[in-house]
């Protein structure tokens, strides 16, 4: 499974992002899927996580409200919809997979599969 993920860049206070992670090999409706992010000298943070369905969706405390998680089955991507975007959103995002987690799961261990992770910037 190879997870590939786009569309970072370098925004201002309160901008707009979507980030795409596109999927190939393996079962992609079968996945739980997630993004996390890090910076520099820190742990990998959980951001949000979408059920194989896509109904079902959990987010980080810093993020609900304010970004969105979906996910298209026929085109095997996940999306991330980054809105009101503030400085402290600045990290390299990471897309994640795993077949027999849940989308209740946080934590980076529980997933088997990572993208490269894009840089998002966000300047004040």
């Known amino acids: 499974v190879q997870l590939q993920a786009c569309g970072g860049g370098l925004v201002q206070t309160g901008g707009s992002l979507r980030l795409s992670c596109a999927a190939s090999?393996?079962?992609?409706?079968?996945?739980?899927m997630a993004w996390f992010r890090q910076t520099p000298g820190k742990e990998r943070e959980f951001v949000a996580a979408?059920?194989?369905?896509?109904?079902?969706?959990n987010y980080a405390d810093s993020v609900q409200g304010r970004f969105i998680i979906s996910r298209d089955n026929a085109k095997n991507t996940v999306y991330l919809q980054m809105n009101s975007l503030k400085p402290e959103d600045t990290a390299v995002y990471y897309c994640?997979?795993?077949?027999?987690?849940?989308?209740?799961?946080?934590?980076?261990?529980?997933?088997?599969?990572w993208g490269q992770g894009t840089q998002v910037t966000v300047s004040s």
């Open positions: 979408l059920d194989r369905s896509g109904r079902r969706k």
């Open positions: 090999g393996g079962t992609f409706v079968s996945r739980v």
């Open positions: 994640a997979a795993d077949p027999t987690t849940t989308h209740y799961n946080r934590s980076p261990g529980e997933y088997s599969y």
